[in-house]
Structures are given as C-alpha cells and as structure tokens.
C-alpha cells in the first residue's frame, strides 16, 4: 500500500504563507493528475487544488485562486502548494493525492491554522 506523505503546515497569522509539500516514497506520480484537498473541523474533506501529469495545467477551487499555487517536481516526485495571503477560513487539515483519490493513498495530512 502507498501512502502519501504531506508536510510544511503550521500555524500562521492571516495573511502569512505556507508551503507545502507531498511525497509519494517508493512509487513515481508522474503520470498521474495530482491534488490537493482538505478537511476543516466537522466539514467533509473539500477539493483544492490539481495540476496535470507534466505540469502545464492547473485547476484551482474558486476561495483559493490568485492565492495559492500548486506546482510538481516531476523528477523528484514531489507536489508542493503554496498558500499565500492566508485567512483564518483556510485553517484545516490538508492532503495531496491522485485526482480522482485512491482511498488507500490517503495520508495523515498537515495540519494548517491560521489566526485572526
């Protein structure tokens, strides 16, 4: 089984960055639309945000776009998001995986708290 590994959350005033990153160790993505979601307190797990296999697209949830960015190093296997001008309302946990999701590739997530 492969499971995800997200990192680089924190706690961060509003309006402060955060980037982070998603490992997939021992299995290559590279052919793979990947994504970002998250998880506030008592909500459902929400789509953030994907890029293609190669990199050329993106596609972004409406409340994030102009303020993140997500991006893949495709030879290192790695998918980063970075999240500026942060508010408290993107305070959650958050997970990368393929798009569509693969249960078993879920991971723990990072958590993000951004305060007022």
């Known amino acids: 089984q492969v499971q995800l590994v997200e990192s680089g959350g924190g706690l961060v005033q509003a309006g402060g960055s955060l980037r982070l990153s998603c490992s997939a160790p021992?299995?290559?993505?590279?052919?793979?639309?990947m994504a970002w979601f998250r998880q506030a307190p008592g909500k459902e797990r929400e789509f953030v945000a994907r890029?293609?296999?190669?990199?050329?697209?993106?596609d972004y949830t409406d409340s994030v776009k102009g303020r993140f960015t997500i991006s893949r190093d495709i030879a290192k296997n790695i998918v980063f998001l970075q999240m500026n001008s942060l508010k408290p309302e993107d305070t959650a946990v958050y997970y990368c995986?393929?798009?569509?999701?693969?249960?078993?590739?879920w991971g723990q997530g990072t958590q993000v708290t951004v305060s007022s």
């Open positions: 890029i293609g296999p190669s990199g050329t697209w993106t």
């Open positions: 995986n393929q798009m569509p999701p693969i249960r078993s590739y």
């Open positions: 021992g299995r290559a993505f590279s052919t793979a639309v």
